[in-house]
């Protein structure tokens, strides 16, 4: 819930009263004293109509940034609701790469018309913006970019600077020979420390990181993340200079991905546009294909249950530990799949210590099974249970905690070993195989300890 007092703006009951009111005027001076993520904040927590008047009282800079700060639900709301003209207006007044992230989360069609209604130029840049591979740093980048030749002095550089309109960033200049190919960087630092009358190709650095346009999205953000950088710049094949990335697109790569993850570890595809704009029968589409996929899958434990049928009639407190077993197993390898996707994405697991990792959480599954074990067998002699019956219940659990984290140490490394995404086949996946798996532990345990 947003905090209004913070940011010294009226209750969300008062906003409303005011637009009640008429007292338009009022509410648009009070508007113009916060920052737009604050407004766009404030819109989520209005009724639709309310926002939607909100909204149209900015003025079109204001707006533009406004509704870039925006997701979801009301996103989708002043799609519907604003005339096209004006959002036409206000992604004109965007960064192109802010105005691509919006239109490609609107169906076709919408996207089309609004792009239909921009200003030419701005219209030129956000299809070429389009039509790079999605999930790539050329979807990502802006064309606004300074670039700056070797031979030019420091001080006809500031006047080259004074002169720009717009410009994404000033962090770092880029130095560009003739065929427009990036042969060095000068931070804006360095070049306000510098004489005016030294050359560019005095003070650049011609150790420049850079991206490759049809580099994936994934591969810049772990550039960003060891380099510290808070500009990327962007090449084609022929190392030209096509635009920048900056460090506020890759935060929301580390949003998306992460969401993904999440998503993914739940056992559903991941969705391609914010909650609210997606329908119904799209999530259901997302979730249908793995869910089936589990529900056949967790049918083995029924089988093994089936396979043993004879020596459940005989000895009937072995059913009442099944779901203690195949819990165990299940969240034990959920802990461990975390925790190993986890430290796979941060490049300390690999296949090359996959031995390594796997001592490390047998150790770990070894204690946890251990603790689980004595906690076991209490509780099975509370409930009279028989001593045997019991010594297997002790017995299963650490051999299924072992179990439990192995399968989910190996499996997701070697998922990312053939450039599959662990999060696919872990989660739900593995605690299925492993509810199967243990019980069969525990049913063969159970055989030979109570000669059955």
């Known amino acids: ?260 993850d999440i998503q993914r570890l739940g056992g559903s595809e991941p969705l391609d546009q914010p909650y609210f704009a997606v329908s119904v029968f799209q999530i259901v589409r997302k979730r249908i294909g793995w869910l089936l996929l589990l529900f056949v899958a967790s049918t083995l434990s029924g089988e093994v249950i089936r396979m043993f049928q004879n020596e459940l009639d005989i000895v009937v407190a072995l059913g009442f530990f099944i779901t203690l077993i195949t819990g165990t197993g299940g969240n034990a390898g959920s802990q461990t799949v975390a925790t190993i996707i986890r430290a796979i994405t941060l490049d300390e697991v690999r296949l090359s210590n996959l031995t390594t990792a796997w001592r490390r959480e047998v150790t770990v599954g070894l204690l946890l099974g251990l603790v689980m074990g004595a906690v076991g067998i209490v509780r099975a002699l509370l409930w009279h249970t028989g001593f045997e019956v019991a010594l297997v219940v002790a017995l299963t659990l650490p051999l299924i905690v072992i179990w439990a984290t192995t399968v989910a140490t190996v499996i997701p490394i070697l998922a990312d070993r053939f450039h599959i995404d662990p999060t696919v086949i872990s989660g739900p996946m593995i605690a299925t195989i492993v509810d199967a798996t243990g019980l069969m532990i525990y049913f063969s345990l159970a055989k030979f300890i109570l000669k059955l």
């Open 1 to 260: 819930m947003m905090d209004d007092a913070a940011l010294n703006f009226p209750p969300i009951e008062d906003i409303e009263q005011m637009v009640a009111d008429g007292k338009l005027d009022e509410l648009h001076s009070q508007l113009e004293r916060v920052h737009p993520a604050d407004i766009a904040a404030l819109l989520e927590e209005l009724e639709t109509e309310t926002a939607v008047t909100v909204f149209e009282l900015l003025p079109i800079e204001i707006a533009s940034e406004v509704l870039d700060e925006t997701g979801g639900q009301i996103r989708q709301e002043l799609v519907e609701k604003v005339d096209d003209e004006r959002l036409a207006d206000l992604l004109d007044e965007l960064p192109m790469d802010d105005a691509v992230e919006f239109l490609e989360d609107l169906p076709d069609e919408v996207s089309d018309r609004l792009i239909g209604l921009m200003e030419p130029e701005e219209a030129a840049e956000v299809q070429e913006l389009l039509g790079y591979e999605e999930e790539t740093a050329g979807r990502l980048m802006t064309r606004d970019v300074v670039a700056l030749r070797r031979q030019w002095t420091v001080s006809e550089t500031f006047d080259y600077l004074r002169s720009l309109e717009d410009a994404e960033t000033l962090h770092y200049l880029y130095v560009v020979d003739r065929d427009n190919k990036l042969i060095g960087v000068v931070p804006l630092r360095t070049l306000i420390l510098s004489q005016p009358d030294a050359t560019i190709d005095s003070i650049m650095s011609s150790d420049v990181v850079s991206i490759n346009v049809a580099a994936d999205q994934e591969e810049l953000a772990e550039l960003v993340s060891r380099y510290d950088y808070f500009v990327v710049p962007v090449v084609n094949d022929n190392h030209e200079l096509l635009g920048v990335v900056t460090v506020d697109d890759v935060l929301d790569i580390f949003e998306e991905e992460v969401t993904e």
